[in-house]
């Protein structure tokens, strides 16, 4: 099976070296991080006032715009690379006085340490269809410890079953694949993955034919 190039040895630190912190999370960078904070807003009813974790947070593609919008402090990232989201703590944020880089925690096994229990909103955008398919999952089973988590949004590409057990080119043109990144999945797959949550599937047009998730705790 494929592996993702995100799992590569010196991956991040061979890109940040070249200075390609945007580079690394796929381009796009101001078109998605746009679209991220409209669902967060428009979906999640994010308001300044709430506390975000952004999982898989990069280069703060989502958070440069998340952390002007929110109130200081209450914006929360993790990812795989701590050194990925300090050069974008360093080049993008227009204050970086309003996000402690303390709050940018390595994490790569969805374990979010050191995250508060104040979190309200979370957003994992673009980072499912890079990982192994019990990723989602696990993701989910840890967010339930977070008392007032209200929503989970999170996104990935969904392939018909009787076309999922091959290469499949989304909406947006991109190719994914059952079996290496970017991977697609069923509906009922993440439908089982998110056993205990209520699940509502968007329909809206996101960046590369992604498909937006609404996870809120069962009977919330």
Sequence with gaps: MGRSPYLA???????????????IVGGRWDETGRAQMAALIEVGRLAPHHHLLDIGAGALRLGCKAVTYLQPGHYWGTDASRELMLAGHAAELADPARLDPAQLIADDAFAFPGVPEVITHTIA?????????DCLGLALANLARFPRL???LFTVFLAP???AGAPFRQPDGVVTHPDRPPRHV?????????????LTKHDRMLPRGQVLFEARRAGG
């Design 125 to 133: 955008f673009a980072v499912f269809p890079h990982l192994p398919h």
């Design 186 to 198: 069923l509906e009922r797959d993440v439908l089982a993955a998110a056993a205990g949550w209520d």
């Design 9 to 23: 040895p010196d991956f991040y630190g061979k890109a940040l070296a070249e200075g390609r912190h945007r580079a």
């Design 150 to 152: 209200e929503v989970f």
């Design 161 to 163: 079953e009787a076309q």
